[in-house]
T-cell receptor, first 111, second 114 residues
Framework: GENVEQHPSTLSVQEGDSAVIKCTYSDSASNYFPWYKQELGKRPQLIID?????GEKKDQRIAVTLNKTAKHFSLHITETQPEDSAVYFCAAPNTGNQFYFGTGTSLTVIP | DSGVTQTPKHLITATGQRVTLRCSPRSGDLSVYWYQQSLDQGLQFLIQ???????AKGNILERFSAQQFPDLHSELNLSSLELGDSALYFCASSVIGANTGELFFGEGSRLTVL
């Protein structure tokens, strides 16, 4: 299956600062790269995704960048707020549409 | 509300027992995935079904089995339960077409094995 590595595993930032989470993947055929946010005790929910025909996508304070050559993609959160505190997972579905997730990043935004 | 329904929400049982977790996907979604999330752990892919047929297996133990029925709901059967099987089990569904798309997760079934 796809091998997805995610760093860092934990991240603490001051409110208003930026947060960056990085993922690498192994299957060069992967062409869809979503990010999920999981609040404590809740289900993971998609927050942003990118397809391999674009290099960057933005949605208000969050953005995702993709480098297909290097097989890595990153989540960027700007002007962080306490409600951004959660666990974030990246995923890189393989050619069979199996979604393998990264190990997660626990983000804490300190007020 | 994601449209994916999982039952039961909570389940407490003893070691050696067997339980069945149930999932109803979003209307129109043909693909169902099962994931296991242990405490402070990531999402471990267990198994995927598509339109009633097994599509792929991940890190699923032999004590675990699953199936997808003609009405597209799915069941995950966990047998000979061990303490380490305590976890949150998520079901997710998606539409599979020309392009991979979003996974919609249910609220999960929290299994506690005592």
């Amino acid at each position: 299956g796809e091998n997805v590595e995610q760093h860092p595993s934990t991240l603490s930032v001051q409110e208003g600062d930026s947060a960056v989470i990085k993922c690498t993947y192994s299957d060069s055929a992967s062409n869809y790269f979503p990010w999920y946010k999981q609040e404590l005790g809740k289900r993971p929910q998609l927050i942003i995704d990118i397809r391999s025909n674009v290099g960057e996508k933005k949605d208000q304070r969050i953005a995702v960048t993709l480098n297909k050559t290097a097989k890595h993609f990153s989540l960027h959160i700007t002007e962080t707020q306490p409600e951004d505190s959660a666990v974030y997972f990246c995923a890189a579905p393989n050619t069979g549409n199996q979604f393998y997730f990264g190990t997660g990043t626990s983000l804490t935004v300190i007020p | 509300d994601s449209g994916v329904t999982q039952t039961p929400k909570h389940l407490i049982t003893a070691t050696g027992q067997r339980v069945t977790l149930r999932c109803s996907p979003r209307s129109g979604d043909l693909s169902v995935y099962w994931y296991q999330q242990s405490l402070d752990q990531g999402l471990q892919f267990l198994i995927q079904y598509y339109n009633g047929e097994e599509r792929a297996k991940g890190n699923i133990l032999e004590r675990f089995s699953a199936q997808q029925f003609p009405d597209l709901h799915s069941e995950l059967n966990l047998s000979s339960l061990e303490l380490g099987d305590s976890a949150l089990y998520f079901c997710a569904s998606s539409v599979i077409g020309a392009n991979t798309g979003e996974l919609f997760f249910g609220e999960g079934s929290r299994l506690t094995v005592l």
